[in-house]
């Protein structure tokens, strides 16, 4: 039984290896970040950079596992308030946070392309992701009341939050030539790794295939 189980998994190997088409690519690009479940927090520019494999089992669906390296996080800025009766309630005035963290992520997603002409095909994206946060730093720029300020820096994985996230990715890009493509993509986390907040990421890169 055995044998005839792996003779038949062999058998479908082979079978769709004869209409795989395997390619490798590159792409690097800039995004911007921001956090949901948390009120009305502002985007934060980042980066991402990374390979990937394509896999297309015939002309128009495949898959494409990608390893990045991607930051996110968010910015906010607001004035503080304190009850009267809180001790130094006087002292500051304002904050401006900036959370910068770096990620190495694997997106899976299935792909469908289709010839928009002879030298261009437009890929639409969709799945998963799982990622692990390996560094961060989180700003705090207070403002006094007297007009001077106070930085703080802390680790941003410290105090308990998450390193571990894993949520959606949607995409689509243009190809041309079989080499060279420009895509959209966004992230939607679904694990809470800050409280119940939730990393939200758009980005735009540039790609090219082996």
């Known amino acids: 039984m055995k044998k ?20 490798w690519n590159a792409k690097a690009g800039i995004n911007i970040s921001n956090i949901i479940n948390f009120g009305d927090v502002d985007f934060k520019p980042g980066y991402q950079v990374g390979v990937g494999m394509d896999y297309y089992f015939n002309d128009h669906w495949g898959v494409q596992p990608s390893l990045l390296l991607i930051s996110k996080g968010y910015k906010d800025k607001g004035d ?3 009850p009267p009766f809180m001790e130094n309630s006087e002292k500051l005035k304002s904050y401006d946070i900036t959370d910068n963290k770096v990620y190495v992520e694997l997106p899976l997603l299935l792909t469908y392309r289709f010839n928009v002409s002879e030298k261009l095909k437009l890929i639409f994206s969709g799945g998963g992701y799982i990622a692990y946060g ?16 106070r930085k703080d820096k802390v ?46 990421t758009y980005g735009l890169s540039f790609g090219y295939r082996f």
């Open 80 to 82: 503080y308030y304190f």
């Open 155 to 200: 680790d941003s994985f410290s105090a308990g939050v998450e390193k571990f996230d894993t949520g959606l990715a949607a995409g689509a890009a243009l190809e041309y030539n079989d080499k060279y493509s420009i895509g959209l993509s966004s992230d939607f986390g679904l694990k809470s790794t800050q409280a119940r907040f939730k990393n939200r």
């Open 4 to 23: 005839k189980l792996i003779t038949t998994l062999l058998l479908l190997l082979v079978c769709l290896s004869g209409y795989s088409q395997i390619s």
């Open 134 to 149: 390996i560094t961060g730093k989180f700003k705090n720029t207070n403002t006094l009341l007297d007009g001077s300020k």
